[in-house]
């Protein structure tokens, strides 16, 4: 079941690619610029998550969440304010995350992905295509046949499959697989994702994103 999320923020341009992103990930979205347009929504229909700008008309983020906290839907606060007592006073609301403007699509996504985790709303069992990845066993299936991968070249195709149509620079994919403290030469991304399309079939599908990285597409 794909998971709704709503998206809460007066800035148009930050809402449409807040919603093509996670579109793009598989997400459905539904997206209001004013707080009280946003309480009406969510009396009526059922999201899995919100993601909740702080300045908004009508009624502002902090007032919306008062209202919903005991509807008990993961809420992510996305603001500029970047004041470590406004981070505290949304926190104490009951928010589950706050992320502070601008931030890289990648981020978003781990974050609303850790978040559902909590809630035991993301699914153990991926399926792309052919393939599906048992996430609780770190078992990838081709066709129904287990297939031998490391633990980066797992790693490293789950980041893809989760940013699924969305293109990941070299240095993305290594903080996301490798850590901050990596050393190495980016390369070693070029040679993993060698493997990756060998052993599981992908020749076609992870692009090379010309002076950028790689992206898995449907």
């Known amino acids: 079941m794909e998971h709704k999320v709503l998206i809460v923020e007066d800035d148009l341009s930050i809402a449409r690619l807040i919603k093509l992103n996670l579109n793009l990930a598989g997400y459905l979205t539904e997206s209001v610029e004013d707080g009280l347009l946003a309480f009406e929504r969510i009396q009526k229909e059922k999201f899995d ?4 700008d702080v300045m908004i008309p009508g009624m502002d983020g902090f007032k919306l969440m008062e209202k919903i906290r005991p ?3 993961p809420v992510i606060f996305l603001t500029a304010k970047t004041s470590t007592m406004d981070k505290v006073d ?3 609301l009951g928010a589950d ?15 609303i992905e850790a978040v559902l985790r909590r809630y035991g709303k993301v699914h153990k069992l991926l399926t792309y295509k052919n393939i599906t990845v048992n ?7 081709l066709n129904g046949n287990v297939v031998y991968l490391t633990v980066k070249e797992y790693d490293l195709f789950l980041t893809l499959l ?3 149509n969305i293109a990941l620079s070299r240095e993305q994919l290594i903080e996301k697989v490798w850590g901050i403290d990596y050393y190495g ?16 079939g992908l020749q076609e599908e992870i692009k090379t994103v010309y002076k950028i990285g ?3 597409e449907d």
Not at 49 to 52: A, C, E
Not at 185 to 200: F, G, P, Q, Y
């Open 49 to 52: 998550l919100i993601l909740l």
């Open 71 to 73: 509807l008990n839907i």
């Open 90 to 92: 949304g926190l104490r």
């Open 97 to 111: 995350d706050y992320m502070v403007k601008p931030f890289e699509a990648i981020e978003l996504l781990a974050r």
């Open 135 to 141: 996430d609780e066993k770190r078992e990838v299936e």
């Open 162 to 164: 989760k940013n699924k």
């Open 185 to 200: 030469e980016t390369r070693t991304v070029d040679m993993h994702i060698n493997a990756l399309r060998k052993k599981l």
């Open 214 to 216: 790689y992206r898995l």
